[in-house]
């Protein structure tokens, strides 16, 4: 009997070197483009964090700037009232008597209304309540500094407004109560009342408390700005875009651009014709 050859058949297995480098080629391929996916991804989180960071920043600096910028305001503005207030004072009743009561209640409506002071917070509540805000500022020395800039301001704009209703309230005391007071009209008896004179003896010195007030607050702001690393121009021009987009989103028309030249309440020359008046009542001309 023939003997058969039979050969088994050849199996055609690929390489497996060049498998596993096709499949670590993949994986290293894989791995460097998750890499640079985590820092490109990194970057621009650090870039906006740090974006985020100075427009907070500037924010709180812009709106202790605006502060400070309405406090120079109200001391401006209260120069007429520090003038009226001074022609007031140096005047005799037996004087003051011979004004009709319409004209020396506006005298004293000049010297005694006052504006509230009230400012924009939103950004002082928002940094101040806000930890997100407080962790990605980073800045320590700035959170403090800052704060006792709002610490600062709140004060001011309580001690002032208190002041004004006590004015009020006195005002209105003599108006209530007119029996209770000396003179012959509501006028004079304003005008006799010891708690009102004495507030308006403090006129002069408001109008000083407010500039001097706000010279500390840019002082502190400057400290904040260096805590920070914020050039003053850079605030400084954020504070202007600010107040131009607030005045061009409000329609009501105002006179912010009208400034009226400061009376000098020691020369007192806008009263010389009311000086001059009086004294022909007092002569009987």
Known sequence: MKKL??????LNIPDQRGFWKQIGMIIIGT?????????????TDSVQRAKDRK??????MSNIEAFARLMDA??????????????????????LELLPDDELNNLINQATVFPFLSYDNSAEKIFSNNID??????????ISSVGQCFSSMNSIQDYWNKRVTSVNDAVLQVKDHPNDYEGSSIPIKILRSDKIRRMLGSSHYMRAWFKHGAAILRCNNRKNMEAIGI???DVMEFTNELAILSES?????????????PINPDSLYSFRELDTRLQQLSSGK
């Open 249 to 261: 989103a409000s329609d009501v028309p105002d006179f912010s651009d009208f400034v009226p030249d």
């Open 31 to 43: 791995t460097i483009s998750l890499i640079f996916t985590l820092v490109a991804a990194r970057i």
């Open 74 to 95: 109200f001391g401006t503005d209260l120069a007429p009232c520090d003038s009226v207030t001074t022609w007031l004072l140096n005047r005799t009743f037996e004087e």
């Open 133 to 142: 805000t407080w962790k990605n500022v980073g800045n320590v020395a700035f």
């Open 5 to 10: 050859n039979i050969r088994s058949p050849r």
């Open 55 to 60: 427009l907070s920043a500037m924010m709180v």
């Open 231 to 233: 050039p003053e121009q």
